[in-house]
């Protein structure tokens, strides 16, 4: 199918100097799985997205798929038809191939091998966000050398002599830390990360993000470390590590944590890493209202916000200091009603990163860190 | 130094088919970071322990230093003391050389290096439990290949393909599972289920053991998984097939899992893990009265028993049926107060599964599963 229904003319023209990428997310764009290309079409620093490859979705406006209104990025059915569309608006093949589906099993099906193989053979480098590495792979070693293009693994954790164990040097932040959580994984917790630091950044507070997972890397995060590929001895120290790094790095106000998974949940729990390496002062709790349990992993029910702050304020010392809520399945109406609720029963702010307005992020970071506003006043 | 001090006429003189070995534990024997040593001297199915390597006790009973009355094992100064010792005890060299200190770090000093390198020349093979991989360092490979010996890298995790993810199957077990958890890492976890599962055995009750570091992996533990070496995504996955494989392997009565650092611990929470991928209904916790914090990992106070079995509780659907002492630092007498204190203080069970009759270990699991008992009964 050809992207014939979204013109070219509605496309940002951009003479930025970042490389030209494709995401792959057959069959799971705007869905749990696709987690790492709605990401990346929501904010990429490091690759300029020029379409989405998704058979079931393809002819509509990627920015549509995910109910955020057109972005200008096409879906396309297929890699060819993603080549042609790079060939007629960038004038070449797109210089990557980012695989964007984030598989339980971490690891590739013949099918998408072929497809990864075909791209390199088009020229593309090819992003991989997957736990199984492209470099250990003597098929896409050999065609990389063929084809004179890069293989990036994401994933890949640093060397075992490079890896670093929790030493308690996270004391010596001085700056608060903020982590966001979440009552499950694939909620929002990167994404209502991201908006939150660029809120804070534009209201002059100097806040930095620290990323835990591939998604946040491949968008261009310059501090973090996919935890969930790290060895489980190591994943506090690299946590510390990260944050330690982002401090003296930048010199911040302020240190947004990604968070993963949900304390709660039956196996995805690098969240009790990132809450002991970065020992936070401060979470905020990212849910979806709408969202029902599945059955996969054996769970039934899903988590109250009630019962994850509990958890998550009985396993370290930190206090949650607002609610943001994944609208997925809602209406505007239920929205409101839902944040109305966590408000007047919880007592603290609640908001929704992505429908309401950023300045109630900013807020309710201001309500539990005043000192940031008051060092705002005195920096101006 | 020689053993001159204990007559080899003291030694169990064995016929047993176990391939003997040395385990070197420099300045560590009897310490925190010499836990693999102290395990294996008191429990070891594979290998039979011929001497301990540390300068700083040689001299003594091996049983003597870690306060268990003598076990006929020699601890001697070095490496070539240990050579000598074991051609006049054996009438060989050692078949294996284990490396039985746990570093922080988990990596080779040059020091140790040049010591594992001499043992390979005197025709040792090598089991090495750190993180730092034998067979990945051509140094030791060609070593090995010259001599004619195996290295054997405990903690290497199953190939990336072979990783399993979690999946609810754990809710198929039929049979009781109970964790032996701890408040600290090197509290005596290890040594309680080892214990608590031999004397379930002894009282005609089939319990298997399911190991979850490199110390139990290389004293024999037929089922398990070197939990702090598994990547963070395959955590939960890798315990539940673990007890899985357990449950179909023996159909057992009872299933007894080995716990890692303490849910409460800074940096060491593979205990997170054992939890959710056990599932266990019920949870032995280990304690240290009188170990004092430190300061390590940025830590200034241990947790309290009963800190520990609220956030336990809290994080996981199960319940503390149990305290079991660990006596270091302790008289007689503090064991038997402190045992005390925590039956009148929690209501439930506690005892010393060392120095207190193991009985006492039986009796505590047979409170909370009745059904054991009548199952015993049944099948006599």
């Known amino acids: 199918m050809s992207s014939a229904t979204i013109p070219p003319a509605a496309r940002t023209v951009s003479t930025d100097l970042r490389p030209t990428a494709v995401i792959y997310c057959e069959a799971n764009f705007g869905l749990t799985d696709g987690k790492t290309a709605n990401g990346l079409v929501r904010h990429s620093e490091t690759y300029r997205i020029v379409s989405v490859i998704d058979s079931v979705e393809a002819g509509r406006d990627a920015g549509d798929v995910l109910g955020d209104g057109s972005n200008g990025i096409p879906v396309l059915g297929c890699l060819d038809d993603a080549l042609l569309d790079a060939v007629a608006t960038t004038g070449t093949a797109p210089a990557f191939f980012i695989f964007g589906m984030a598989p339980t099993s971490g690891m590739l099906s013949a099918d998408e091998r072929a497809i990864v193989l075909h791209a390199m053979s088009s020229g593309m480098g090819i992003v991989n966000g997957l736990h199984e590495f492209l470099n250990d792979d003597a098929e896409f070693v050999s065609a990389a050398a063929l084809h004179g293009v890069d293989l990036i693994d994401v994933r890949r954790p640093p060397r075992k002599q490079d890896l670093r164990m929790f030493t308690g040097r996270i004391a010596e932040v001085t700056c608060p830390r903020i982590a966001v959580l979440g009552t499950d994984g694939a909620v929002g917790k990167r994404t209502t990360a991201t908006v939150l630091t660029k809120a804070l950044v534009d209201h002059g507070i100097r806040a930095v993000l620290v990323s835990t997972g591939q998604t946040g890397l491949i968008q261009g995060g310059r501090y973090g470390v996919a935890l969930d590929a790290i060895p489980a001895q190591y994943c506090a120290g690299e946590m510390e590590a990260a ?117 109630r992020l900013v807020e309710m970071v201001l309500a539990a860190f005043p000192q940031l506003d008051t060092q705002l006043l005195v920096t101006m």
């Open 243 to 359: 944050v330690l790094d982002a401090f003296h790095g930048e010199d911040p106000d302020v240190i947004i944590i990604e968070g993963q998974g949900a304390l709660s949940h039956p196996a995805y729990l690098t969240s009790a890493y990132i809450l002991r390496g970065s020992l936070p002062q401060a979470v905020v709790l990212q849910h979806a209202p709408a969202r029902v349990a599945d059955g996969q992993f054996g769970r039934v029910t899903m988590p109250t916000v009630e019962s994850e702050i509990r958890l998550i304020e009985t396993f370290a010392d930190t206090k949650v200091i607002g609610v943001t809520v994944n609208h997925e399945h809602m209406a505007d109406a239920e929205i409101t009603a839902a944040i109305a609720l966590f408000e007047s029963e919880l007592g603290i702010p609640a908001t929704d990163a992505l429908s309401r307005p950023t300045d």
